[in-house]
């Protein structure tokens, strides 16, 4: 695997995960595009590690359990807002103001 195209896809997919984040509000959209951003930064990881090391390699693992985790308790918060609102939109959501 070639470290130039492995890069510019990473940077591709990390664009579209910012992009997303920015543009869209539902919740559940925002949470596929910061899983994608995360995925865009593991493939980076891969393509330096074959270049640099195993190291890279070892990261991937903690971002994955670090995604896992994150997934998790988005998820959970996800269901806990749509019980209380009947809606993710973000826009709408100010559950956090005193």
Do not use: D, W
């Amino acid at each position: 695997m070639l470290l130039g195209p492995s890069l510019t896809v990473s940077l591709i997919l990390f664009s579209i995960g910012v992009a997303g984040v920015l543009i869209r509000r539902n919740a559940i959209i925002v949470f596929m595009c910061i899983e994608l951003m995360l995925n865009a930064v593991n493939l980076s990881f891969i393509a330096l590690a074959q270049q640099l090391g195993r190291e890279g390699q070892v990261i991937v693992f903690f971002v994955m359990a670090v995604a896992a985790a994150e997934a998790t308790v988005g998820l959970a918060i996800m269901i806990a807002i749509y019980r209380h609102k009947n809606s993710l939109n973000v826009t709408e959501l100010n559950l956090l103001r005193g």
